[in-house]
């Protein structure tokens, strides 16, 4: 392996993967991947292959998002080879001056390697535990 794992570089890469699809930076996002990912945004989607179209991911959705993605309980374990596996949850938030309402809650599940000096994304995967109903419900607002 060319490095071994690391916890907390792998971590950040749940922080910056946040921070870059909110802040609509689609080149910054990319680069958290490796140069063959692949991104499946929800069980039996078409997946999204390779650096160009996941920057595209974010460039589709807009400049900024409008979308604030709150990951916690970040797991990382080793894998064989040069590999590692992890899995988040994440809530999907939209949030103006009255309101907080839903986008999404679910779980990252992941594999990383490590490439050009950098563990990344190589296969990124969200399950949703939420169906389209609740979409936009109010989790904080007026009252």
């Known amino acids: 392996m060319n490095s071994p794992v690391s916890k907390p570089e792998i971590a950040e890469l749940y922080g910056r993967y946040a921070q870059y699809y909110d802040d609509g930076r689609a080149q910054d996002f990319a680069a958290l991947f490796t140069t063959t990912a692949t991104f499946v945004r929800a069980p039996g989607a078409e997946p999204v292959m390779g650096r160009d179209a996941i920057a595209s991911l974010v460039t589709d959705a807009g400049t900024p998002t409008g979308i604030r993605h709150l990951v916690s309980s970040v797991i990382v374990d080793e894998a064989p080879g040069e590999a590692a596996l992890g899995a ?46 609740l979409r936009g419900a109010v989790l904080a607002g007026p009252g």
């Open 88 to 133: 988040a949850y994440v809530q999907a938030v939209t949030v103006d001056e009255n309101s907080i309402r839903l986008v999404t809650l679910g779980r990252y599940t992941d594999e990383f390697r490590y490439e050009d000096g950098r563990w990344r994304f190589h296969v990124h995967r969200y399950e949703p535990f939420t169906g389209t109903d």
